[in-house]
């Protein structure tokens, strides 16, 4: 199959949410490593404007805001409604309105603050007093709500938090002695102390024409579509699937919106898997999964033991689901 390529810069917080969204969102792209000195002749060539991340589709459409792949991923699927689409019409409106503040007047103070010296005719105090207000009142917002918009993690905590971060590490100890900042704090240090900010922010040597590709996640892998998966279910659970017309149950009680996936596993996989969850539980079923009718990206991820294991992020559809039987089979 062929992956999507990202032309990305590590440190650039428009390419970190692009990558955060593909992570989360359970997509696999070919990794191109920009050194923003001296960019390829092939970015410049599908993006004159040559601004990181590019992404270009396995069809050929070239996507050069980060936004946009932000949003051409969500309609990849979408498991934990990051678009807000249960949310209210405001509620959208305000994941719409804050991402454009942050990409508006914050990331002027910020880079004017930040930067302070290639802006030799402006004031460096000023602008850090205006930041310091937008960072205030998005404080405010998450100390209301628990997260931006509402009490889970939308599209506009994902667009922000990376310029959050650059603000932090600008003025690491006024934004950590704030204490109107407090909450704030506590919502950047949920993404920093994310295992999966590590898988974010690793290393490699800028790309070059004809080099062996690298995928992003670096670590992960894609999943053959000619074989079967398997997923260990509750009994109770796949009633509930029946009646609801799709499985959204992760692994042994965790829901796919409080994980983000699907655990499932390779044949090869399914009996330690009972043995390590659902040995003490009574009517288990092994649902077989035809890989070839998800609709949603399907990964292979790391377990903490390394070990990779197939992650299916979104629901599971009843029809690609071929088999229903008692687990141990009796
Ligand atoms: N609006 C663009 C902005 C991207 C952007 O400005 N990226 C910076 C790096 S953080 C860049 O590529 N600058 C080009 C350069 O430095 O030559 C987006 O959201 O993707």
């Known amino acids: 199959m062929l992956h999507p390529v990202l032309y990305s810069f590590r440190r650039c917080p428009y390419a970190m949410r692009a990558r955060w969204t593909l992570l989360k969102l359970g997509l696999l792209v070919e990794w191109r490593e920009v050194a923003l000195r001296s960019k390829p002749p092939s970015l410049m ?13 396995s069809h050929g459409e070239v996507i050069d805001e980060s936004l946009a792949i932000m949003r051409w991923a969500l309609e990849q699927g979408d498991p934990c409604d990051w678009r807000g689409l249960m949310l209210t019409p405001q509620q959208r409106q305000s994941i719409d309105a804050l991402i454009a503040q942050n990409d508006g007047s914050f990331k002027h103070h910020l880079d004017r603050f930040k930067y302070a010296d290639r802006y030799p005719d402006v004031s460096r105090e000023q602008h850090q007093e205006q930041g310091l207000t937008i960072l205030r009142t ?63 922010m690793v290393r490699r040597d800028p790309w070059q024409e004809g080099d062996q590709p690298l995928m992003f996640p670096a670590d992960a892998s894609a999943m053959p579509v000619d074989q079967p998966l398997f997923h260990l279910a509750l009994q109770a659970d796949w009633r509930q699937a029946q009646a609801e017309g799709a499985y959204r149950i992760s692994t042994r009680g965790m829901t796919l919106e409080q994980v983000g996936f699907l655990h499932a596993s390779t044949a090869a996989q399914v009996e330690a898997t009972y043995q390590r969850f659902y040995r003490d539980a009574a009517d288990v079923l092994l649902l077989t999964i035809d890989p070839q009718q998800l609709p949603s990206p399907l990964r292979a991820d790391p377990a903490p033991t390394g070990e990779l294991f197939p992650h299916l992020y979104g629901p599971l559809p009843l029809e690609a689901v071929t088999a229903v039987e008692p687990y141990p089979h009796r």
Not at 143 to 148: I, P, Q, T, V
Not at 157 to 186: K, S, T
């Open 45 to 57: 060539a599908v993006s004159p404007k040559a601004t990181v991340p590019v992404l270009i589709t």
């Open 138 to 200: 998005w404080s405010e917002q998450i100390e209301a709500h628990g997260w931006l918009v509402t009490e889970r993690c939308t599209l506009a905590d994902v667009a922000l938090w990376p310029f959050v971060r650059q603000w932090r590490i600008a003025d690491p100890e006024g934004f950590d002695q704030a204490p109107a900042l407090a909450p704030l704090r506590l919502w950047l240090q949920r993404f920093l102390e994310s295992p999966d900010f590590e898988r974010l």
